[in-house]
């Protein structure tokens, strides 16, 4: 069985099918270079990602799938998992084999599982959107370091230009080392050396900066702790029903968690 070997992108993942498609190849394993690990008869082929390539397999899924469907397809792959690279080449060969649109075809293995994937992904998105918190550096910089399970960044970049598009801020993915930079116009990529970011500044435990604070950082800080004790009500704390709703992987994120 052919193995295709792919640089883990979107346009590497569609060159996949792209090829597949070009030697008629439609059995096939689809693994990321990250996680590689072929059987002892796998033939190995590096499929080089191809942008001109990308854009007609693209092209070709956007006249087949709603855009629910389409949707779906690109939340699964940021999901990052090796399972799912495989079911969304499999999808590709089964839309590009049929005569309609099959996105809800939801008896079919790889649609459904594209389904569920999304919907995980859509979560984290949402989540993310929630819970994000930022801390205001000297320069008027605000910045929120975070580790999301799913690569989310390139779907809430939309949500916090809309909500804060008066200032300068910066979401760094600790986990993926990249971040979202808004300039005030546009949005930039940057990467950076996280731990020198996220060690000197302490100000509580959910997020630290070896970045120098705005004076009055430790002060809001204090605020919204003092706001959050003062509306809470102690007697009918829900522990359980909390967590069921902010679970603690988020609390890391969030001022009031912290002492």
Request: with cysteine; proline share 2%.
């Amino acid at each position: 069985m052919a193995n295709y070997i792919f640089d883990g992108t979107m346009t590497g993942l569609l060159c996949c099918v792209f090829r597949a498609f070009k030697f008629k190849e439609f059995d096939v394993l689809v693994t990321s270079k990250q996680n590689c690990q072929s059987g002892l008869f796998d033939e190995n082929i590096t499929v080089e990602s191809n942008q001109e390539h990308a854009n007609r397999v693209w092209s070709g899924l956007k006249s087949f799938n709603s855009n629910v469907g389409l949707r779906n397809f690109y939340y699964a792959f940021l999901s990052e998992q090796e399972e799912v690279f495989q079911h969304l080449f499999n999808f590709c060969i089964y839309c590009f084999h049929s005569s309609e649109s099959i996105d809800r075809n939801y008896g079919h293995p790889d649609v459904l599982a594209i389904s569920k994937w999304a919907k995980q992904v859509g979560r984290e998105k949402h989540r993310m959107e929630a819970f994000v918190r930022f801390k205001k550096s000297k320069d008027a910089l605000f910045i929120s370091l975070v580790n999301p399970d799913f690569n989310v960044l390139p779907l809430i970049q939309a949500h916090f230009i809309a909500r804060y598009k008066d200032q300068k801020w910066l979401i760094y993915d600790e986990k993926r080392n990249f971040g979202i930079y808004y300039d005030l116009k546009t949005i930039h990529n940057v990467h950076m050396d996280v731990y020198e970011v996220d060690n000197k500044i302490e100000v509580g435990s959910s997020q630290s900066f070896n970045i120098e604070l705005d004076p009055e950082e430790i002060l809001y800080d204090q605020l919204w702790k003092d706001y959050f004790k003062s509306v809470n009500i102690a007697s009918r704390k829900n522990l359980k029903l909390h967590i069921q709703y902010v679970p603690k992987r988020y609390w890391r994120y969030m001022n009031e968690k912290t002492v």
